[in-house]
T-cell receptor, first 116, second 115 residues
């Protein structure tokens, strides 16, 4: 079955440590995204990538970093510079857009990060 | 800039009652609109989408939504609620080209269904 996997499901870290969240997709999608979800705030875009070896900052990129070395993988690193890293993190992917035609995004199951 | 407003962060209905979740959008270009559902501690699942053409869109699990350009709305409805419909629902609009195909999401509406 095609889909998006995120691991681990739950992650616990001490303050001051960097942590990397995994996102892998086998849908052959070109574009991938990272969102952060906090209660009552909806989803906010952290980073996105439309092609391998290229990525752009979203609305809340400070304290995060990404890489896109392979089409199927888009890991997110939460650095110690992120002031409030405890949240639910969602990875998504979609086909490359054609002109103004937008395809729906497919989401992974999410990783809940708790930093103490 | 584009934006989405979901009216009501929490909606409660009885089983078999009508479900109405409200979504208004702002867009300077013809929008593509989406409704997603999220169950606790899970990812988002697409319920339905509007791109072009018919303004009444049918989705999974008996949900439908109507695109009303004059009202800039895309409200989600279901004639008869089921206990399994209890979840969080997100409305989203297609983003601007600077964010590629990124979506802009509303803050979500939690639907509770009582027996």
């Amino acid at each position: 079955d095609g889909g998006i996997t995120q691991s681990p499901k739950y992650l616990f870290r001490k303050e001051g440590q960097n942590v990397t969240l995994s996102c892998e997709q086998n849908l052959n999608h070109d574009a991938m995204y990272w969102y952060r979800q906090d209660p009552g705030q909806g989803l906010r875009l952290i980073y996105y990538s439309q092609i391998v070896n290229d990525f752009q900052k979203g609305d809340i990129a400070e304290g995060y970093s990404v890489s896109r070395e392979k089409k199927e993988s888009f890991p997110l690193t939460v650095t110690s510079a992120q002031k409030n890293p405890t949240a639910f993190y969602l990875c998504a992917s979609t086909r490359a857009s054609r002109g103004r035609f937008y395809y729906e995004q497919y989401f992974g199951p999410g990783t809940r990060l708790t930093v103490t | 800039a584009q934006s989405v407003t979901q009216l009501g962060s929490h909606v409660s209905v009885s089983e078999r009652a009508l479900v109405l979740l409200r979504c208004n959008y702002s867009s300077s270009v013809p929008p593509y609109l989406f409704w997603y559902v999220q169950y606790p501690n899970q990812g988002l699942q697409l319920l339905l989408k509007y791109t072009t053409g018919a303004t009444l869109v049918k989705g999974i699990n008996g949900f439908e939504a109507e695109f009303k350009k004059s009202e800039t709305s895309f409200h989600l409805t279901k004639p008869s609620a089921h206990m399994s419909d209890a979840a969080e629902y997100f409305c989203a609009v297609s983003g601007l080209s600077q964010a590629g195909t990124a979506l802009i999401f509303g803050k979500g509406t939690t639907l509770s269904v009582s027996s």
